[in-house]
């Protein structure tokens, strides 16, 4: 998400961006796939070499967080776990300038929960973009419990001139989009527990029934099954309400490791594939 995030800022407006990342290999990979991503958009004639060169010329990569230190905004896409979050924002409160506004990328945490570990709460906000990135046209904002009028302002500014289709959510587990798409997995999971029909045909109804891109099956192991039952994890204990249970197969899923695409198999079989 960070890599796809920076080349759509780099893109759309003149600010230096720099991908700060711990793992060395992490950024390694970004800058290639920046790269492969620029050079497709070259082939197609949708940049102009020179354009991606200085593109290339505002963007620096770094794994020290000690070279971060003098931002306007940070757009935060590290695991999704509350506490290791929350310890990231804590080290850059410390070094980044008063006027910074901090912005996480989170799915399915609290922006509330994750910005009171920083002095700044009224300028956190969650900004949730969706994969990949530089081509989904929609951004989430969801303000925290304190986050100010002047920084959902600012930052929905800066969406619009990424070009994106902005929606409000409050702070509330799942916000809009994780909420209703999780829902809808889980509840094509029990559909194919209960034997009401096969995968492919679940598939095929909401694919073909509703227009929907890929059927919930797919998009789950698409997601990985772990992340899914990891989101309605959280919306079961963040509501207290039973409609949100994971199933007992999803469960039964990640107990096994099928986890989806990444591991080969989870409702689909992607052995020849990977
Ligand atoms: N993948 C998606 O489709 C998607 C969509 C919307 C939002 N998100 C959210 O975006 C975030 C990132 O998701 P992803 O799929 O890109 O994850 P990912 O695992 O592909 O990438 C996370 C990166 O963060 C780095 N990292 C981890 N801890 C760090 C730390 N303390 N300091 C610096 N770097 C650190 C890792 O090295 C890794 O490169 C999550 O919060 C996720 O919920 C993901």
Redesign the pocket.
């Known amino acids: ?3 796809h995030i920076a080349y759509l800022i780099t893109q759309k407006t003149l600010g230096k961006v720099i991908v ?4 060395q290999l ?2 390694e ?2 800058k290639a796939t920046i790269t492969d991503i620029g050079q497709k958009a070259i082939g197609k004639a949708k940049l102009l070499d020179s354009e991606f060169a200085s593109m290339l010329s505002r963007l620096t990569f770094t794994n020290s ?1 000690d070279s971060v230190s003098n931002c306007d905004l940070v757009i ?5 776990n509350l506490a ?2 929350q ?2 924002f804590a080290a850059l409160d410390k070094v980044m300038p008063n006027h910074c506004i901090f912005a ?6 609290s922006v509330t929960q994750i910005a009171a570990k920083t002095k700044r709460t009224s300028q956190f906000i969650g900004m ?4 990949p ?1 530089h081509i989904m046209k929609l951004i989430e904002l969801i303000p925290g419990l304190d986050t100010s009028t002047e920084t959902i302002a600012k930052i929905k500014d800066f969406s619009q001139q990424l070009g994106k289709e902005v929606v409000m959510a409050n702070d509330f587990p799942g916000f809009i989009t994780t909420r209703l798409g999780l829902v809808l997995i889980n509840e094509a999971i029990y559909t194919l527990m209960e034997g009401i029909s096969s995968k492919e045909e679940i598939d095929t109804a909401m694919k073909l029934g509703y227009n929907h891109p890929m059927g919930p099956l797919e998009l789950a192991d698409f ?1 990985g099954l772990d ?1 899914c039952l990891n989101i309605l994890n959280r919306l079961y204990e963040g509501f207290s309400d039973s409609k949100y249970r994971p199933c007992p197969l999803l469960k039964n899923y990640v107990a096994a490791n099928h986890l989806g695409r990444k591991t080969g198999s989870g409702f689909y079989d992607y052995s020849r594939s990977t």
Do not use: P, R
């Open positions: 998400m960070g890599t700060y990342d711990s793992n992490s950024l990979k970004s967080i935060e896409a590290i695991f999704e290791i979050k310890e990231l996480t990328n989170t799915s399915s945490l949730h973009f969706f994969s990135a997601i992340v």
